[in-house]
Every structure is written in structure tokens, then in C-alpha cells.
């Protein structure tokens, strides 16, 4: 593409000389010269619908927001909805474990009480080993998507909220990246009726 500014050169001369010499003086094609960008108004639809779902879901990543976008009717990659995430400043940083300090360790040094501690029965149901991931999946998933997002007035609106995430939001509306991005619900539907 021209420069603007060779641009109102070439056109200046345009009057004198053809525009298939100018370019060859220039070095361009002309088909460069022709050249008008065109505003893509689905760009602009999509970009709006990108930041009306990332305000929605602040914690979802480019994936999440892909999928969700793609259940909408959307066509389109997680490579351009990166893109548009991130000149919009809509990427969201990976969060990793904080590290902590040692327990013995500073003024007061704290006991591990449990070490000590003797187990005398064990729990009734063996449960399957993917619950007690799914379980931990669950409260970590509660506290990003909600709870570090809200400020609760008492605990009877903490838990009228968390309920409603889990029941509506995590079960129902939320794309699992485990569950090849349906929701539990979904999964549900397809793999076990």
C-alpha cells in the first residue's frame, strides 16, 4: 500500500505522466496504487461482542471466549479472537500458585497440628478418583469467578450468590476446558443419556 504522502505526490503528477510510469518511477504496482482498505464492519461486531462477554466473564481467557463466541454463531479461530483480545487489552494474565513461606520459619513460627494428628476412621463411600480433582477444580474455579470478584454485604447474600454460580453459571453456562468446552450440563446430555 501507498503512503499517503506518495500518494498526493503521484496524484500531483498523475496530470502529467500515466499512472503506470509514476509507479515504475516509484517502484510500486499499480495495482498498490488502487488500493483502497476496506473497513470490515464484522471485525467491529465481533470486537464489540468480545468486550461484552469479557466483561461478562473477566477471568475467561481467548479459548473460553472463542467457544462461547462459536456458540453464538460466530465464525471464527482462537488466533483472531487472541488478536482482538489483546489490542483491545481484554488478555488475561495465567494465574499461578502463590508460594508460601515455611511455617517454622519468622517471629512466630506456626505448628502443623495435623501431623500429629491420628486417623481413627476412614470415610464410608469410596468416592472416584476424578471427584476430589473435580471438587478442588470447583472451589478454585469459585474463588476466581466470583468470590475475588464480589464484595458480599452478609453472609446470607454470600451464599444466595455462590449458590447461583454453581448452580446456574458453573453447571449450566460455563465451558469446561476437560469437557471439550461444553458445559456439565451439556456433557451430561450428550455422554449419559
Request: glycine share 4%.
Amino acid at each position: 500500500m501507498i503512503p499517503s504522502e506518495e500518494c498526493q505526490i503521484v496524484e500531483a503528477l498523475r496530470t502529467q505522466h500515466s499512472v503506470r510510469e509514476i509507479c515504475e518511477v516509484l517502484g510500486f504496482t499499480r495495482s498498490n496504487f488502487y488500493y483502497q482498505p476496506k473497513s470490515d464492519p464484522s471485525e467491529e461486531v465481533l470486537r464489540a461482542e468480545i468486550e461484552k462477554l469479557a466483561a461478562q466473564y473477566p477471568t475467561y481467557g481467548y479459548r473460553r471466549i472463542t467457544h462461547l463466541l462459536v456458540k453464538a454463531g460466530y465464525r471464527v479461530g482462537y488466533r483472531r479472537v487472541a488478536r482482538l483480545m489483546k489490542s483491545e487489552n481484554l488478555s488475561v494474565a495465567v494465574k499461578r500458585a502463590a508460594q508460601t513461606t515455611h511455617s517454622t520459619e519468622g517471629v512466630r513460627p506456626w505448628i502443623n497440628h495435623l501431623k500429629t494428628l491420628e486417623v481413627c476412621r476412614s470415610v464410608a463411600r469410596r468416592g472416584c478418583p476424578w471427584e476430589n480433582g473435580y471438587a478442588e477444580r470447583l472451589i478454585r474455579t469459585l474463588k476466581e469467578e466470583e468470590i475475588h470478584l464480589n464484595a458480599y454485604e452478609n453472609i446470607h447474600e454470600a451464599r444466595e450468590r455462590i449458590g447461583h454460580f454453581i448452580t446456574h453459571v458453573y453447571h449450566h453456562k460455563r465451558p469446561h476446558s476437560a469437557l471439550e468446552y461444553l458445559t456439565p450440563l451439556e456433557f451430561q446430555r450428550q455422554n449419559l443419556s
